[in-house]
């Protein structure tokens, strides 16, 4: 994988970006203004990273829209508990 000189996490396409945007979202609890929202396009090392600015990435707003999230979340929460016994 390329190392990029943002030191960010770098994607190889949109898609796992916002596969992974998704997926910060369902392990942390972001508060409304916090945490990653978006995915963009890197014109240094040419692949996706996440961004907390600009307007919520399509496909995150649906699934925060339709529950996926919430679900998923609460799933993670039991899996959480399951794990520390
Ligand atoms: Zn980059």
Redesign the pocket.
Same mark, same amino acid.
């Given at each position: 994988m390329i190392k #990029?000189?943002?030191h960010?996490r770098?994607y190889p396409t949109q898609e796992i970006a916002e596969d992974a945007l998704i997926d910060a979202r369902t392990h942390f609890d972001y508060a409304d203004q916090h945490g990653p929202v978006s995915v963009y396009h #890197?014109?240094? #090392?040419?692949?996706y990273?996440l961004t907390s600015r600009g307007p919520a990435n399509e496909k995150l707003a649906q699934s925060l829209a339709n529950g996926k999230i919430n679900r998923q979340k609460e799933a993670n929460r039991w899996l959480d508990k399951l794990k520390r016994k």
């Open positions: #990029c000189i943002s960010k770098a #890197c014109e240094d #090392c040419g692949q990273h």
